[in-house]
């Protein structure tokens, strides 16, 4: 079991759809009604709104307790704590996101014998990205990767594009496009 802890942004529908190609039963989170709408179409099998109240309770009742193998954080600074709670034992966190500091619990890594790790795009070697890229255009052309494209902006636009992006109050939809 995966969940994709924020899963209605580009990164997120992307994993959702490696997911569910490669056979895992998918989780994940939105920050609204129409986030969760997208974040089932692309794949998932369950779907919580990160912004309900026990929304990680209900998370952790739909997999009967046991938690998950894996967790793609987008938003560490706000939900790492709770992924540690949730991951179960060997399971493996893999922050992709992260806007500031948290404090943690480390001791539940030790309990569950858990691993957190972080990827950054910009540190990857040229090799590494060139994995990456094939990846995602052998999914394309295969059929089971289909960005969904949020909002496109004019280039004009460029510095309202970057807002939306990081407005908490803007749900997060797929890609945001620059078109000239």
């Known amino acids: 079991m995966i969940l994709i802890h924020g899963a209605s942004g580009a990164v997120g529908v992307g994993c959702v759809q490696f997911a569910k190609a490669n056979g895992m039963e998918v989780y994940g989170t ?8 997208l974040v089932t179409s692309v794949g998932a099998d369950y779907v919580f709104n990160h912004k309900e109240d026990n929304y990680t309770t209900k998370m952790m009742d739909a997999t009967g307790g046991r938690g ?27 922050i992709v996101g992260c806007r500031g500091k948290i404090e943690i619990d480390p001791k539940l890594t030790m309990i569950k014998e858990a691993a957190v790790f972080g990827v950054l795009l910009s540190q990857f070697t040229e090799e590494e990205y060139a994995e990456i890229a094939s990846a995602v255009h052998d999914g394309m052309v295969d ?17 309202m594009a970057h807002t939306d992006i990081v407005n908490p109050n803007i749900p997060t939809l797929g890609r945001i496009v620059i078109v000239m």
């Open 30 to 37: 939105a920050g609204s009604d129409v986030g969760c709408a």
């Open 68 to 94: 998950f193998d894996v967790i793609i954080e987008m938003l560490a600074n706000v939900n790492l704590q709770k992924d540690l709670e949730m991951v179960n034992r060997f399971g493996r966190i893999v």
């Open 143 to 159: 059929g089971y990767i289909d960005p969904y494209v949020g909002k496109e902006f004019q280039l004009s636009e460029s510095a």
